[in-house]
């Protein structure tokens, strides 16, 4: 069975940084695209960062760019989010994607809450 | 950027009742390759988003028939037949045809 297992999150100051880790499993992660999905506490879902099955080209949302880096290590089957100069805006459950748009199943992790705040 | 927006925000429904929610872009979705990009998620209570239908009408593994989209261009529709008491939640829809960004609408809340 197709696996996604987010870890890193916890409490952060603003201005901190942290590390996101997503491990796959039980497919072959290097070829789908990933991504990474937000959702603050009680709110919508929100698109946040992307990048190709290589990890040669990636996007990311206007309100992250320049502060968070999305990467891949596809001989470990890891994604990460490298979170830097937090804000308080930036409180969500993060979760991990497999290819939001194709034919293959969309998969998502069980999500890792990341709280800024001092 | 493309922004959706669904109606209504929320929905109550009876059980074994059909149940139909609207999601209207504010481009169209057709992308350059033919294919439009429009997908509907379902967030239980507690619990991740799981995609129940892609590109507007094909529905993932495992999705009852009792869910299916459809519409083209601007306007597009998720309805379920017969509602399950299963079927509470919130109900996202979501672009992937021009992006960055991929946009979600502000969901749907769906109450059994």
């Known amino acids: 069975e197709v696996q996604l297992v987010e870890s890193g999150g916890g409490l952060v100051q603003p201005g901190g940084s942290l590390r996101l880790s997503c491990a796959a499993s039980?497919?072959?992660?290097?070829?789908?695209?990933m991504h990474w999905v937000r959702q603050a506490p009680g709110k919508g879902l929100v698109w946040v960062a992307r990048?190709?099955?290589?990890?040669?080209?990636?996007s990311y949302a206007d309100s992250v760019k320049g502060r968070f880096t999305i990467s891949r290590d596809n001989a470990k089957n890891t994604l990460y989010l490298q979170m830097n100069s937090l804000r308080a805006e930036d409180t969500a459950v993060y979760y991990c994607v497999r290819d939001l748009t194709g034919e293959d199943d969309a998969y998502w992790g069980q999500g890792t809450l990341v709280t800024v705040s001092s | 950027d493309v922004v959706l927006t669904q109606s209504p925000l929320s929905l109550p429904v009876t059980l074994g009742q059909p149940a139909s929610i609207s999601c209207i872009s504010s481009?169209?979705?057709?992308?350059?390759?033919?294919?439009?990009?429009l997908s509907w998620f379902q967030q239980r209570p507690g619990q991740s988003p799981r995609r129940l239908i892609y590109?507007?009408?094909n529905r993932d593994s495992g999705v009852p028939d009792r869910f299916s989209g459809s519409g083209s261009g601007t306007d597009f529709t998720l309805k379920i037949s017969r509602v399950e008491a299963e079927d509470a939640g919130v109900y996202y829809c979501m672009q992937g045809t021009h992006w960055p960004p991929w946009t979600f609408g502000q969901g749907t809340k769906v109450e059994v």
């Open positions: 039980e497919f072959t992660f290097s070829s789908y695209w």
């Open positions: 481009h169209r979705l057709v992308h350059s390759d033919g294919n439009t990009y």
């Open positions: 990048i190709n099955d290589d990890g040669s080209s990636t």
């Open positions: 590109k507007v009408s």
